[in-house]
């Protein structure tokens, strides 16, 4: 994310005219801040669950017959970034050529794969509210819900207790993640009008952490609706320079 400072259209600056034989001053306006998501145009809308699919699809064919196995930590960024702000393969590759399609289409495969062994946790601990199965599955889970799963960590030694808060918990997920769903699908609807698609891009996801996607209780269903808080426990401080997909 980078902040802009844009001028004012019609900037008045300090001065003095005397009117009717008075003084009058009239105040600078400030440069308004603007906080910008992207480094790239484009429709600053998220990619839809079909688009995500497209644009994955795209890479594997732009990718041709490079392995698709490395890739690092700006990869990701790049990756996110460009579904984030609704963008194509090509459009992304035409502001930005140094991008290599393989190594996003590697960066996408292993969060992927991360983000279903940890949705998988996580439904695993619901349908097995047992204090051994907690225990196993919760620090995979906690990548995606890291606030749900701690609150169940108080009362892990109390089976009881555990199987009552579990429940609550799931039906709190479920909520939440319908309501985003709801969402999802009228951006979907809204993508003719870019000025709706914005504004409902942003009730999913904004820099401030206040959108949708970043509810405690929302469980991502693709890599496109993750935050950097779930990103950066999915990938772990072992994602520093290069990292082989598993």
Known sequence: MS???IEPTQRRSSSTRAVAGARTTRPTVPPVQVEVASPWSGRQAPCTDAEELAFVAELEVLSGDHDVEQFERRDVTVLITAL?????????LAQAPGVKPHH????HR???????LAEHAWRTIALDPSPLAFETFAPCAAELLPAVVSQLVTVMHDTP???AATEDAVEQVTRTTRRVQMLERRLAESLGDPHRSREI????????GQGAWSLPTYLPPRVGTLVPLRLAAL???DITAVRRAS
């Open 3 to 5: 902040t802009r400072i």
């Open 235 to 237: 990938l772990g401080d």
């Open 110 to 116: 292993e969060l992927e794969g991360r983000r279903l």
């Open 161 to 163: 207790r555990l199987v």
């Open 84 to 92: 984030r702000c609704g963008l194509t393969p090509d459009e992304l």
């Open 201 to 208: 891009g942003t009730l999913l996801y904004d820099v401030r």
């Open 104 to 107: 996003l289409l590697a960066a």
